[in-house]
């Protein structure tokens, strides 16, 4: 029976096998091979022997840091590029747990992946400190009748190695122990790491934070309950609920059944059982994942081998620190579900681009400038193709009443404000859109993205219609109407021709004729409105058509303007919720297709939301940003 070992070398660390203790079975039987084989200097073969079988064990006693497999590191990368994306729109709180499990996982992976670190965790009076001591084989730990017994986390080590595993929990070497190492000791054992934390119901303050920070960073946990505490709501609603997730790394030991008359013990372990169900944590029956359930008595040693035989095991497969990683992670995901997770389908439809690019082109006077246009179009075919009489009068008219187009100053400052208005409301109705379905956090920044790039649009709009939306001063002439100028001006030499004639007549210069003077007279009187009438009949079509294409010309520029100014900004944040809910997707373990072409390039599986930003995100956007957003025209995804 060999004593207990007090590990207290410097720092914590705990002293290596010294080299003479090496020198045993085969290292000496090899010495002796390679003297009398390779040798005749016996001294120097059994020196280079000695060397390599203490480099060998030194190599295979120093702990190797943890390897996760693809699919953990995958989900933890993916955490953290969405840490990094999200770390803009969502406060610190919400983050903290996500952050806390990158942490962890980094912290974890540097250390031994030889050893799994046990912690043993109770209530005051379940006597795990006592199945402890059963465990290690020699009293480590101060069991009795005085309560709290536990002060401070104390360690066993079944082997060397894990000095870093202790210092990250912060067990200072006085704490540290060796188990009872008998003749032949369960090799499966090798790597345990067992922890006795005081107790999670103590009163005093410090016992419970050693409780709460050791669950954090153990591999696994013992909880050891009494028949008399098994169902104490603190314990479920407290630790065991929260931990749910967690039953892969989780075993519950009911402790003292010594005390149980009977089938008493069969029934509240069958209790405990269906507490446990309630709670939410899977039991590890008929070969599943999940929670050990075990029934012992520390005391007298039933069930102890029981338990001892599912800790080698346990250990033995050392899976259980990339399990408690992949456990946290779930946890750390369920918490982001609110912020990841949209209630509907979510984005801009083509019905609310179109809706707001109407709401801008109501608001800068398309329909108005197109109207303007073809009148425009109209007046200049009338002067063209007009009477110069008629032309004559009206401008005869306009030097005797002058400018009279300026009316009361305040119409153009109420029309101003009043498209001022209709802007604002087309952004915060495109704004609200946007949003709808998406999380809180989301739909916040989409929303101050929209009211960023509305703050200039009345102004963009206003230098767009003074620019581009007005019509040109010279409207485009057809190909006919020369002719009809030419046919009017012909009509008008009639007249001026028919009067002469009859001048002449009056005044005796020429013969007396009244019927040919009279005809020309009337030709002309009468030809020159009809012209006028068929020319503005003729200029109707084109009219209209150049109409139509200034309201159109106005109408695309105030929509590009928006466009460029909060339709861009917005599909901006929707890409960045949509980059960041593809790695919330590979966080929970699901696998995320490449982007592709086309509306149905966006799929990010079944807990993925929908949004899409339509085509009209890649237009009339200047630099690269444009260039990038124009090719995310159509984000579409489908979700719950």
Known sequence: MTAVTDHTGSGGQEPAPESPEIDTANGADGAEEAEESAWDDGLIARRFVEEEVRTAREEDS???GLTYDAAL????????ELVGLSRTRLDGGTLAEAGRVL??????RGLSERHTVVAVAGATGSGKSTLFNALAGVAISDTGVRRPTTAAPLACSWSDGAAALLDRLSIPGRLRRRPLQGPDPDPRLAGLVLIDLPDHDSAALEHREHVERMLGLVDAVIWVVDPEKYADAVLHERYLRPLAGHAEVTFVVLNQTDRLPGDSADLVLDDLRRLLDEDGIALGEHGEPGATV????ALTGEGVGELRDALGQFVDERGAAARRIAADLDAAAAKLKPVYSPGRRV????????????RLAEAVGAGAAGEAAERAWRRGANKACGTPWLRLWRWYEAQRTGPTSVQAESAPVDEEATARQRVEQAVRTVGDEAVSGLPAPWAHAVRDAAARGGEGLPEALDELAADAGQPARKPPRPGWWPMAVLVQALMTLLQVVGGLWLFGQVVGVAEPNLIAPVLLMVAGIVGGPCVEWACRMA?????RRYGQEAERSLREAAAACGRQRVLDPVAAELLRYREVREQYVRVLGGGVPPMGSGAGSGVLGPVTGAFAVGSAAGGSVGGSAGAALGRVTELSTTGR
């Open 62 to 64: 120093r702990p190797r």
């Open 73 to 80: 590191k995958a989900r933890l990368d993916a955490l953290r």
């Open 103 to 108: 942490d962890q996982a980094a912290a974890r």
């Open 294 to 297: 075990l029934a012992l008595s």
């Open 347 to 358: 984005g801009l439809s083509e019905r609310a681009r179109e809706e707001f690019a109407d």
């Open 539 to 543: 200029a109707r079509g084109p009219a």
